[in-house]
């Protein structure tokens, strides 16, 4: 019995752990975005933990090369929230500034910018985030409302009437 009752209080306390550390987590999908400067590159998810803001991104274009300016470099992507300035700290998927990434007619490119951790307490309504200081790839207003989320399917049939996707690469037939 004594068994029993610690293990009942066992699964308890890491039943509570859990909730309070996935309630320092968040990911928003498909975020409502109230401005962007391009039509070829969206947001698919933004991840916020206390460590990192994680931000995953879709390119759609008809053949470019890419890239991301390295971190630390002055022109180099940022977020701007709240009046304070969050640098980016990797970048996955996409090439630096020293090289490019081909983003092939059609096809869909998925990358991810990893930028510093908003500050523990502060509230996130939305943020900005700004590609340097001459960059093309800039998003104002980006909601971290789950409510306002908006449906990828739309970013798909988007990109394949401007006749930048394969219908058979299309995820929601």
Not at 56 to 83: E, H, R, V, W
Not at 139 to 164: H, I, M, N, P
């Amino acid at each position: 019995m004594k068994k029993y009752i610690n293990c009942l209080m066992l699964m308890l306390f890491l039943t509570c752990m859990s909730e309070s550390l996935a309630q320092n987590y968040l990911r928003i999908e498909h975020p409502l975005v109230k401005g962007a400067t391009t039509n070829s590159v969206y947001i698919k998810a933004i991840n916020i933990t206390p460590y990192e803001t994680k931000i995953d991104f879709i390119a759609c274009f008809t053949g470019y090369y890419i890239y991301l300016s390295s971190p630390g470099q002055y022109d180099s992507m940022y977020i701007k929230c709240n009046g304070i300035t969050y640098n980016l700290k990797k970048i996955i998927g996409i090439s630096q500034y020293d090289e490019v990434t081909m983003c092939e007619p059609g096809k869909v490119l998925e990358f991810s910018a990893v930028f510093s951790p908003f500050l523990k307490g502060e509230k996130v309504e939305e943020f900005d985030i700004i590609e340097g200081s001459d960059g093309s790839w800039n998003f104002r207003g980006v909601s971290t409302d789950k409510r306002l989320a908006s449906d990828l399917s739309l970013v798909y049939e988007r990109a394949y009437w401007r006749g930048e996707r394969n219908w058979d690469d299309y995820p929601y037939k």
